[in-house]
């Protein structure tokens, strides 16, 4: 039988006046990065940044949720490895595109979906807007997205949100450097900075975005093969077996205190 997941459009893509719109549209699992959506992301964001006439991305999504993270009903299946290395090489690639990447977001982002915020340039976030490092309650660590998220944040509340796996809103976001600005209308927020990036001169833009980036991407030249094994490693033991079994059935986990 043909596999009906894969064969779905779940990342709508556009370009208008020199800005490339790729949007995360799979409601239905709340955008979680299974294997088609992460293969469709990848090749929306190389044609974007093959393009001439398109000189910065913004990176955005349909129904409540931005991105869930990892889908879990491909990961309790087992054999994570090449998705978490599919996974490494999208946050690579976002933050080595040789054009700016704009997240705009106005809805919930867990775990996964924070690694790809943290690889955006730049990140606006509305009211409806929650996020939270969630793996520490599947019995995971967020081993791949701290290649992308712990350069932005304030090292303290690193600590604090990456541990405890709470949820916080759009100001707290800002104000811990995972976001840029929290925007009371997402729509004229996003406007304005890409209206702000069109102005800019492509070559400028290209460059500037080189020397932002380069720390990061060191990261990813001398730790990504290391974590994505450990986050394949944490997806295939018995306690993330029994997390991802919790979460899937939503009941408490055995592991759970108190």
Not at 174 to 189: E, S
Not at 233 to 247: H, K, N, V
Request: proline residues 3%.
């Amino acid at each position: 039988m043909p596999d009906e997941t894969a064969a779905a459009q779940l990342v709508q893509y556009s370009v208008d006046r020199g800005i490339a719109r790729i949007a995360l549209d799979s409601p239905r699992n709340r955008n979680a990065l299974s294997a088609a959506l992460v293969e469709q992301l990848t090749a929306a964001l190389h044609s974007a940044g093959g393009r001439d006439d398109v000189r910065a991305v913004e990176l955005t999504h349909t129904g409540s949720t931005f991105c869930a993270g990892a889908d879990l009903s491909e990961a309790s299946q087992g054999g994570m490895k090449a998705g978490a290395e599919r996974v490494m090489a999208l946050l690579k690639l976002i933050v080595s595109l040789r054009k700016p990447v704009v997240g705009s977001i106005d809805g919930h982002a867990r775990a996964g979906g924070l690694g790809l915020i943290g690889a955006c340039d730049i990140v606006l976030a509305g009211p409806k807007s929650t996020f939270a490092f969630t793996e520490v309650k599947l019995g995971l660590a967020a081993a791949m997205i701290s290649l992308t998220t712990l350069p932005k944040l304030e090292p303290r509340a690193a600590s604090r949100y990456y541990l405890t796996g709470e949820t916080f809103d759009a100001a707290t976001a800002a104000r811990i450097g995972l976001i840029t600005d929290a925007v009371a209308d997402i729509d004229a927020g996003t406007l304005a900075v890409l209206d702000s990036l069109r102005a800019a001169s492509p070559q400028g833009l290209r460059e500037t975005k080189s020397l932002l980036t380069a720390a990061v991407l060191d990261g990813f030249d001398t730790r990504a093969a290391a974590l994505a094994e450990l986050s394949a490693r944490l997806f295939g033991s018995a306690e993330a077996a029994e997390g991802m079994a919790a979460f899937l059935e939503k009941r408490r986990p055995s592991f759970a205190a108190g």
